[in-house]
């Protein structure tokens, strides 16, 4: 990701949230195609390392509990399958 692709405001980094289920609650997080299109460019192969990659990218732009860091990278990942 460039600086070109940070969001310039507030306004500008609402507009990039995208809700997301996790365990049955909707989140909102932002900048996550941006962070899928990246993490997609990279030559990760297992689930682990895509989902650790995914949540370390996420949690720049989002707060993420650590106690619901496990239920993230479900999330996560799933999103990221479903974005093929």
């Known amino acids: 990701m ?4 940070i969001p310039c405001c507030a306004a500008d980094a609402m507009r ?9 609650t909707v989140v909102g997080i932002t900048m996550l195609e941006e962070i899928i299109a990246e993490v997609r460019q990279t ?12 949540l370390k ?3 720049i732009y989002n707060y993420i ?20």
């Open 2 to 5: 460039t600086n070109k692709d």
């Open 16 to 24: 990039r949230v995208k809700q997301i289920d996790v365990e049955g």
């Open 43 to 54: 030559d990760l192969r297992s689930k682990t390392e895509i989902t650790e990659t995914l």
């Open 57 to 59: 990218k996420v949690r």
């Open 65 to 84: 509990p650590d106690a619901a860091e496990t239920k993230y990278k479900i999330a996560l990942f799933k999103e990221y399958e479903n974005r093929k």
